[in-house]
C-alpha cells in the first residue's frame, strides 16, 4: 500500500487557489490518486480522480507529473466553506485496502 | 440516489450494553467499509465487506462485530465497549470492481459515547 505524505495544515484567503501536494512515492502501476474533503462531525467527500497528467472537474483540478511519485490537488478561488480537511489516497481499485486514509491537510481559508 | 445512510446519527450506550449500527446503501456497490475516527484524526479502517463476504478485518477487537445481511445493508453489533471507543463511526461503499471508478460515498456518521 502506497504511504502518502501531506502538509499537517495550510492558510490560505478568500478568493485565492489553492494548491495542496501529497507525495506517494512508491506508488504502484495499478494505482490510482484519489482525492476527498471532510467537514467537522461528516463523512469524506469524493472530490476528483486521477491516474496521469491531468484531471479537472467542476470542484478541483488534479495535476499528477509524469513519474506519478506525487500529485497537487489545485482549489481555484477558495472561499470560506473550502475550510476542511483534504485526504490524499493511493490505491488499487481493486484493493479493499485502496480506501485507507492518511493524515491528511487541515485547509483554513481566512477572510 | 447516491446517498449512504447511517442510523443511528447519535448514540450513547454503558459498557454493558448491546447496541447495533446500521449503514444502507442503494447504489448497487459491492464493496462496504466501516471506519472509526477520533477528533483530529483520519478515519480509520476497520472493516471490509466484499460482494457480501468479509475481506478486510483490520484487528479489531471482538466487540466490534460486522454483519453484512444482503448487498445494501452493513451492520456493525457493539458489545461491552470501552470509553476510549467513543468516536464518529462512518460507513462507506464503493463500486468495489478493478479498474473502475472508485468514488466511495461515506455516510454522515454515528457519534458513539461509551459511558
Redesign the interface.
Given at each position: 500500500l502506497a504511504k502518502t505524505t501531506q502538509p499537517i495544515s495550510m492558510d490560505s484567503y478568500e478568493g485565492q487557489e489553492v494548491n495542496i501536494t501529497c507525495s506517494h512515492n512508491n506508488i504502484a502501476t495499478?494505482d490510482?490518486i484519489?482525492w476527498?474533503q471532510q467537514f467537522p462531525?461528516?463523512?469524506?467527500?469524493?472530490i476528483i480522480?486521477g491516474y496521469k497528467t491531468k484531471v479537472t472537474n467542476e470542484v478541483a483540478s488534479l495535476f499528477i507529473p509524469a513519474d506519478r511519485k506525487s500529485s497537487t490537488l489545485s482549489l481555484p478561488r477558495v472561499s470560506l466553506s473550502d475550510t476542511a480537511?483534504y485526504?490524499c489516497l493511493v490505491?488499487?481499485?481493486?484493493s479493499?485496502?485502496?480506501?485507507?486514509?492518511?493524515?491528511?491537510t487541515q485547509l483554513t481559508v481566512l477572510p | 440516489d447516491t446517498e449512504v445512510t447511517q442510523t443511528p446519527k447519535h448514540l450513547v450506550m454503558g459498557m454493558t450494553n448491546k447496541k447495533s449500527l446500521k449503514c444502507e446503501q442503494h447504489m448497487g456497490h459491492r464493496a462496504m467499509y466501516w471506519y472509526k475516527q477520533k477528533a483530529k484524526k483520519p478515519p480509520e479502517l476497520m472493516f471490509v465487506y466484499s460482494y457480501e463476504k468479509l475481506s478486510i478485518n483490520e484487528s479489531v477487537p471482538s466487540r466490534f462485530s460486522p454483519e453484512c445481511p444482503n448487498s445494501s445493508l452493513l451492520n456493525l453489533h457493539l458489545h461491552a465497549l470501552q470509553p476510549e471507543d467513543s468516536a464518529l463511526y462512518l460507513c462507506a461503499s464503493s463500486q468495489g470492481n478493478r479498474g473502475t471508478n472508485t468514488e466511495a460515498f461515506f455516510g454522515q456518521g454515528t457519534r458513539l459515547t461509551v459511558v
Open positions: 495499478n490510482y484519489t476527498y462531525s461528516q463523512g469524506p467527500r469524493f480522480q480537511v485526504y490505491g488499487d481499485s481493486g479493499a485496502r485502496q480506501l485507507t486514509f492518511g493524515s491528511g | -
